[in-house]
């Protein structure tokens, strides 16, 4: 009934809370959730001199009982009436225990369990904090047989959260956001890396519950997704690297001045476009509304790089274009002939034999190529890397290294290229 008078400002009249199942859920633990509430309620200065207090108190291992006078001696640098205030509050509210016969102060079950859950979230408060966290969660409910279906829920709803941040980035066609998405993908992906870990793990356990291994299910899919954007990216900055516009002999491109033009504040962007402009242009062609909405969000929602320090590159004379492209054709004709070559033989092939080229960068470039057999949307293409890409052989790679008598390439994983046709056959 108390709880009922608790929350009747808030549900309709005749309605008991402990009829909902989140609300249930939430009483169960009532006990750590006023933990929370006693150290995160009020001012931000409180709340950040209660958690020092009992950091300190809990990393005491070997004495974990403290007497009022250790608790002054340490506590030193804190205002007396104010640490006073602060254990009084602590003890009231269940976090510190007071042992009256023995006269000393002992760290609650409550205050504890607060204690571990703040160790762990601070590991995480740099990075992509969330995806970590979370994944943590999902690894340590797992290895004690409780996996939360909450927690699950959470990370399935991140990691959808940032497949759609990707691929808002490579829909946007800019090499700026492209670029920016892609550093966050190589930041979170050591997590991604772990949940898979975690997820086979709890797929393959047979106590798993239906409900867990449905959602699991869900993650491994999703993770599946973020493992193929990153070809995606390096794709996708390929090609916009290939558009780009070279200003002359001058070493530069337009992603250069770009770049610099990024960092100018608007007083020297001013200067310079200053009696570049003899008559202010009148767009009648722009709708308003649309204007508006693009001048909302450069002005309020887009994210912006604090503090990036980049300097304009030397000058330098810019290569060729066509001479590099034309190049790169012939290296990719001939790797298609020698992968036509391991076809018509029908048995395949090392991977050291089908990428070593007399040079090293000749080598790296075969090897890439050799990456995206396979790949359904470079198949789209009409090049000779689309024919490549349809080629019926399967890349088959080893973590052990060859190491070639080569004047240039130390070292290249082991492998081989199998013919898809073999393969099927002895399946």
């Known amino acids: 009934m108390q709880d009922e008078n608790l929350f009747s400002d808030f549900f309709q009249p005749g309605f008991v809370p402990h009829e909902l199942p989140q609300m249930a859920e939430l009483l169960r633990a009532r006990t750590y959730i006023d933990a929370f509430i006693t150290l995160f309620r009020g001012g931000e200065d409180e709340v950040f001199v209660r958690l020092i207090v009992l950091r300190e108190i809990g990393a005491r291992a070997d004495a974990p009982r403290w007497s009022p006078a250790d608790l002054q001696s340490h506590f030193a640098y804190i205002n007396q009436v104010k640490l006073d205030t602060v254990l009084k509050r602590l003890r009231d509210n269940g ?103 975690v997820i086979r793990t709890v797929l393959t356990d047979e106590a798993t519950d239906q409900r867990v291994y449905q959602i699991a299910q869900s993650i491994a899919l999703a993770q599946a997704r973020m493992l193929r954007l990153t070809s995606v990216f390096h794709r996708r900055l390929s090609e916009l690297a290939s558009q780009r516009v070279h200003l002359g002999q001058s ?5 250069n001045v770009a770049d610099w033009l990024r ?20 767009p009648h062609f722009v709708v308003s509304d649309i204007l508006l909405d693009v001048a909302e969000f450069e002005i309020c929602e887009r994210e912006r790089p604090i503090n990036i320090v980049s300097e304009m590159p030397a000058g330098a004379a810019a290569q060729v274009v066509g001479e590099v492209e034309a190049e790169r054709l012939l290296l990719a004709e001939s790797l298609y002939e020698d992968l036509n070559r391991l076809v018509a033989d029908g ?81």
């Open 95 to 197: 976090l510190l225990v007071w042992d009256s016969d023995e006269q000393l102060y002992a760290m609650s079950e409550a205050g504890r369990v607060a204690l571990a859950a703040m160790g762990t979230m601070m590991q995480f408060a740099e990075g992509d904090a969330e995806l970590g966290y979370l994944t943590s969660q999902v690894a340590a409910g797992q290895s004690l047989g409780q996996v939360s279906n909450e927690v699950m829920l959470n990370l399935l709803a991140r990691l959808n959260e940032l497949y759609a941040d990707f691929e808002a980035a490579l829909e946007s066609q800019s090499e700026f956001q492209i670029r920016a998405a892609r550093e966050k993908l190589e930041k979170v992906w050591q997590w991604v890396e772990k949940g898979t870990d």
């Open 263 to 282: 960092q100018q504040t608007q007083e020297k962007l001013a200067g310079l476009g200053r009696d570049l402009i003899l008559f202010h242009p009148e």
């Open 251 to 255: 070493g530069l491109s337009t992603t």
């Open 347 to 427: 048995l395949g092939g090392d991977l050291p034999a089908a990428v070593i080229a007399p040079t090293y960068n000749e080598t790296a470039y075969r090897l890439s190529l050799l990456s995206l057999l396979g790949d359904a949307e470079a198949a789209l293409e009409k090049s000779v890397v689309a024919d490549i890409v349809k080629i019926p052989l399967r890349l088959e790679a080893s973590a052990e290294l060859f190491e070639p008598d080569h004047p240039e390439v130390a070292s290249i994983s082991h492998g081989r290229l199998s013919p898809l046709n073999t393969m099927l056959k002895k399946g």
